[in-house]
């Protein structure tokens, strides 16, 4: 690695032990594998932490009933190591909060808190959502945001002056100094730190202005208890803050978790390479979270480290969830896809049948390959995603069988026929107006290359492989309008020096595209990689460089990369998740169930058995009835609850540049919080007459389904991206 290399630290969450691994938590890890895997290929200085979050009172209650909790903790961890390990995935270090040398370190952040007044002992009372970790507002049996009511705590606890913090956050997060994306997730965080501009006002409250300008509730960020004194499974707090109390204070669990991005790399550790390794890697450059613990990443998380004085992370990136029959997938659900089924249906099923003498390793990597590249093109990263067995196989039939398998097999084949297994020996250039499609499409590639350059630190996956999807696209219409198979069987020079230019620039681009996959599908990639002759070479991508393929290479030995696989395949996956389908579900008890809404939501789960059927008994409309509904996608800029009104938000909504922005009043405070809605692009009635409520003016209707008998609202929306103001027909 040069001397100059730029260093990248990158981690993802660590993930809780309440229960094994599914494939929300593999598109996470594979996300940041991908991001890992393309900094090493532009030759920067990568580390890539992961593990598991191991303390806290949820894994002393799941645990105590049958085993220890350090017993229980090693087998869920161990299910989550050996999976990324069969993944394949580079991580550079598995930290668990349960390892001895992160233990030094995180007492070491809490010493710093301590000893810069930024830690209190008090008492209090309040309400505690045991699967999330979190203190609630409200009286007692106030419902958590996992769905459950909260337990009443009365305890003696250290608690951390996060409330200092509301000020220097808003400036932070507002300048993009830290920066959060999406922009989705950026304005939830800013809304809870704002407060409720509107309800503060009217109730007297102080309301002061951030150094942007912008209005917020002085004194909303509350202070956070960062010790429990109730239970024992945690790491105990250091002195001299264990002398001020005659109780046994273990850590808060989000303290101690979010410690883990800094003792990975060495902080609190004694050892001198340790020491220089956190020197050399932090503040990280990227935090990758679910949307689900932004608050924890985006507020106390930063709160943490400045009342520290450590620097703050560079970028904190939340993706949306993986949906599964269009709920997030959780054990209570029981609607949990395990990545074992994917590795084990197109491992065996589709690899393992085409080559029957490979290892069980490499029908592992090659499944896990088609779980990365279906995730990462299918889904835009930051939004809901749907994932379903049928759309795996489509796009793994369409993209790579079809796709770039096809192009790889038909070029090389071509190419060990014609030439004897060697690319061919031919300066390409244009003359003489002759090659405009070779010219075409090596501008496309030069192209291609330099708009995923640009790109490298978006995360824009679906983009950067809706590109290379286009680039095979458009070398397999290049093969087909030159039809390189007739020029073979003619035998005059003219033809041939033609077959020659064809058959280079088509391996040409396929060695750009295996570059520019190889993060995506390092296994694969690997493969066509042999196949092209470069076996005994590194894969690399110039910055801004196309780079050829030396003519005369030899091709190393040739087969099918992606075998199609059966519409038949899905049925076997549906079979090997449910193997035996009883008549009824019995739900697990409440006290074992696994966490499955965000902290920052209260909306509840869409019950699925009580929707009501479609009917025939409603009045018939013609075409011309429904043109005049003017239905249009609008995001909401402007969320905040109405004083005395339960069931009603005032909603502020951007139509796009062609139309003025407008205020709706919508009845859905009983499921959704304000913050949750901030950024999310709604359905609206644009054109329906205004109305007044609650003395407010309300300037149209945002569409919902109507779930249950209690007829619960769930918010229209799209996993694609569409532009504000765009009609719906």
């Not at 029959?325 to 393992?352: C, H, P, Q, W």
């Not at 290379?468 to 309008?481: E, R």
Request: proline share 6%; charged share 25%.
């Amino acid at each position: 690695m040069p001397e100059t290399a730029e260093k990248f630290y990158l981690t993802t969450p660590i993930y809780y032990v309440n229960a094994r691994p599914h494939i929300g938590h593999a598109y996470t890890t594979i996300a940041a594998d991908v991001i890992a895997r393309r900094h090493r290929l532009l030759g920067d200085d990568t580390f890539f932490l992961t593990g598991t979050d191991e303390h806290g009172q949820k894994t002393e209650r799941s645990a105590a009933a049958a085993i220890p909790p350090q017993h229980f903790a090693d087998q869920i961890s161990i299910q989550f190591r050996d999976l990324w390990d069969r993944m394949g995935l580079t991580y550079d270090i598995y930290n668990r909060t349960t390892d001895v040398k992160h233990i030094p370190g995180a007492q070491k952040l809490f010493a710093a808190h301590y000893e810069r007044g930024a830690i209190y002992l008090s008492s209090y009372t309040s309400q505690y959502c045991v699967s999330e970790e979190i203190f609630v507002e409200g009286p007692p049996g106030t419902i958590g945001p996992d769905g459950r009511p909260t337990e009443t705590v009365t305890e003696e606890n250290f608690f951390f002056r996060l409330s200092d913090y509301q000020l220097p956050l808003l400036d932070l997060i507002e300048s993009n100094t830290l920066h959060i994306a999406p922009d989705t997730r950026k304005n939830e965080v800013l809304s809870f730190l704002r407060g409720n501009v509107v309800e503060a006002r009217a109730q007297g409250l102080e309301i002061a202005r951030s150094a942007m300008g912008i209005e917020y509730v002085k004194g909303e960020l509350r202070d956070l208890s960062v010790s429990r004194s109730s239970f024992t499974w945690g790491i105990p707090i250091p002195e001299p803050a264990a002398s001020t109390t005659d109780k046994k204070h273990v850590m808060y669990v989000w303290l101690d978790a979010l410690a883990n991005y800094l003792t990975g790399i060495g902080y609190g550790s004694d050892d001198p390479a340790e020491q220089a390794k956190f020197k050399k890697y932090w503040p990280a450059d990227l935090h990758l979270v679910g949307k689900e613990i932004t608050r924890q990443h985006c507020i106390y998380w930063p709160a943490f480290l400045l009342a520290a004085g450590l620097p703050l992370p560079k970028s904190i990136i939340a993706h949306g969830w993986l949906l599964f029959e269009e709920s997030k997938m959780s054990k209570s659900r029981g609607n949990v896809v395990r990545t074992e089924t994917i590795l084990d249906a197109f491992g065996d099923e589709v690899y393992g049948k085409q080559f029957p003498e490979s290892t069980k390793a490499e029908r592992d990597l090659f499944a896990a390959d088609v779980l990365r590249y279906f995730l990462l093109r299918e889904i835009p990263f930051g939004q809901d995603g749907s994932f379903s067995f049928d759309a795996l196989i489509t796009r793994y039939n369409a993209d790579l069988a079809n796709g770039y398998g096809n192009l790889v097999s038909r070029t090389l084949n071509m190419i060990n026929t014609s030439f004897e297994g060697k690319i061919p020996d031919v300066e390409v250039r244009h003359s003489e107006g002759q090659d405009e499609l070779g010219v075409a499409l090596r501008i496309k590639m030069l192209q291609v290359t330099k708009n995923i350059e640009d790109e490298k630190d978006s995360y824009n996956f679906t983009n950067y492989l809706a590109q290379i999807s286009g680039l095979i696209a458009a070398t397999d219409a290049y093969l087909s309008a030159e039809a390189p198979w007739k020029l073979a069987k003619l035998n005059d020079d003219r033809n041939q020096q033609r077959l020659k230019r064809v058959l280079f620039i088509a391996a040409e681009s396929i060695k750009l595209i295996t570059i520019c996959l190889d993060p995506f599908m390092p296994f694969t990639t690997g493969k066509v990689w042999t196949q092209l002759g470069f076996g005994s070479t590194n894969l690399s991508l110039e910055k801004g460089q196309l780079t050829a393929c030396p003519p005369g290479t030899k091709l190393g030995p040739l087969a099918p990369i992606f075998p199609r696989a059966d519409k038949g395949l899905a049925q076997i996956m549906t079979d090997m998740e449910n193997p035996t389908t009883p008549e009824t579900t019995t739900a697990a008890p409440a006290e074992t169930a696994a966490p499955t809404a965000p902290a920052t939501a209260a909306t509840p789960a869409a019950p699925t058995d009580n929707l009501q059927p479609a009917t025939d008994n409603s009045p018939q409309i013609t075409i011309d009835d429904f043109a005049k509904v003017d239905l249009r996608i609008a995001q909401i800029v402007v969320a905040e609850r109405i004083p005395k009104a339960d069931k009603l938000l005032r909603l502020e909504v951007d139509l796009g540049p062609n139309f003025p922005r407008r205020q709706i009043l919508a009845g859905i405070a009983e499921y959704y919080t304000p913050e949750s809605l901030i950024g999310r692009k709604v359905v609206i009635v644009a054109n329906l007459a205004p109305r007044k409520m609650r003395g407010l003016e309300s300037q149209g209707m945002v569409v919902a389904a109507s779930i249950g008998p209690a007829g619960a609202p769930v918010l229209a929306g799209f996993l694609e991206e569409v532009e504000l103001g765009a009609r719906l027909k």
